[in-house]
T-cell receptor, first 111, second 112 residues
Framework: NAGVTQTPKFRILKIGQSMTLQCTQDMNHNYMYWYRQDPGMGLKLIYYSVGAGITDKGEVPNGYNVSRSTTEDFPLRLELAAPSQTSVYFC??????????FGPGTRLTVT | QKEVEQDPGPLSVPEGAIVSLNCTYSNSAFQYFMWYRQYSRKGPELLMYTYSSGNKEDGRFTAQVDKSSKYISLFIRDSQPSDSATYLCAIRSGTSYGKLTFGQGTILTVHP
């Protein structure tokens, strides 16, 4: 039981490039989330999903897109990367209303 | 005004000290209160949760909620170097299933 896995662990992008951050969970959770964490700023919700085929915007969705074709996978797409998207990205999943299980994170630098 | 405010610290204490971590919130609709612990370069993990005013204990950890003051606290007794981490409070309303609002996090260092 791997929990929530994220790939890649690290990535450096040039301004204007695109990439997809992968997230997979093996706990059969319906709810999945993408957060970004900037130093001293806590976690900000980017997008979330309540089940396969259903996604919705969080607090900071601009510049990102998501899809949820299966229960297990919830990829996050960055289009036209900007320096403001330099951050640590966490994927999480949950079954209950209070306990979210987080992946190890992806450290992204846009230069 | 931010929905959740947390003193970012950093906080440095000697081993064995009692640690108090605090958050305030502005929305009285918030009903569920959680504390997550995040070790360096790791994802957060749930430490404790509660949904009522009062105290909840789990070993050396006590979560306290005062809904009338919109104030939540986490106390750590007999702190250990292994408690060194960032502690994040997280709160959600009764209607926004799973959507948590996080505080900024408090960096705690317990030195031997």
């Amino acid at each position: 039981n791997a929990g929530v896995t994220q790939t890649p662990k690290f990535r450096i992008l040039k301004i204007g490039q695109s990439m997809t951050l992968q997230c997979t969970q093996d706990m059969n959770h319906n709810y999945m989330y993408w957060y970004r964490q900037d130093p001293g700023m806590g976690l900000k919700l980017i997008y979330y999903s309540v089940g396969a085929g259903i996604t919705d915007k969080g607090e900071v969705p601009n510049g990102y897109n998501v899809s949820r074709s299966t229960t297990e996978d919830f990829p996050l797409r960055l289009e036209l990367a900007a320096p403001s998207q330099t951050s640590v990205y966490f994927c999480a999943s949950s079954r209950t209303e209070y306990e979210q299980y987080f992946g190890p994170g992806t450290r992204l630098t846009v230069t | 005004q931010k929905e959740v405010e947390q003193d970012p610290g950093p906080l440095s204490v000697p081993e064995g000290a009692i640690v108090s971590l605090n958050c305030t919130y502005s929305n009285s609709a918030f009903q569920y209160f959680m504390w997550y612990r995040q070790y360096s370069r790791k994802g957060p993990e749930l430490l404790m949760y509660t949904y009522s005013s009062g105290n909840k204990e789990d070993g050396r950890f006590t979560a306290q909620v005062d809904k009338s003051s919109k104030y939540i606290s986490l106390f750590i007794r007999d702190s250990q170097p292994s408690d060194s981490a960032t502690y994040l409070c997280a709160i959600r309303s009764g209607t926004s299933y799973g959507k948590l609002t996080f505080g900024q996090g408090t960096i705690l260092t317990v030195h031997p």
